[in-house]
Nanobody, 126 residues
């Protein structure tokens, strides 16, 4: 049984930082590209970032480039998202999940595979 648990969310002020963690079990974590998604109330889900199974390739949506950093620890089955210089528009529920690997060398923020978590709330006040 695949289980994915996100943590690290919270309430912060604009300009502050948070680090989200996503712990996965019940799957061969190192075989999957993984990604972070977010959904704010009344808005569609947005793919924020992804990282290939080997950590060699990453993707960021334009609005977080230069502020967020995705990483993974395959030995511990953990995915991270370091979020710096947070803005009120980053407020959302953040989910992690397995994503599409393209030609074995890059990822896309499209859910694919068995992993999906319930999310952790990030709220940024102005």
């Amino acid at each position: 049984q695949v289980q994915v648990v996100e943590s690290g969310g919270g309430l912060v002020q604009a300009g502050e930082s948070l680090r989200l963690s996503c712990t996965a079990s019940g799957l061969a974590f190192r075989d999957y590209s993984m990604g972070w998604f977010r959904q704010a109330p009344g808005k569609e889900r947005e793919g924020v970032s992804c990282i290939t199974w080997d950590g060699f390739s990453t993707y960021y949506t334009d609005s977080v480039k230069g502020r967020f950093t995705i990483s993974r620890d395959n030995a511990r089955n953990i995915l991270y998202l370091q979020m710096n210089s947070l803005k009120p528009e980053d407020t959302a529920m953040y989910h992690c999940g397995s994503v599409l690997t393209v030609k074995g060398s890059r990822c896309e923020t499209r859910p694919a595979g068995p992993a999906w978590g319930q999310g952790t709330q990030v709220t940024v006040s102005s």
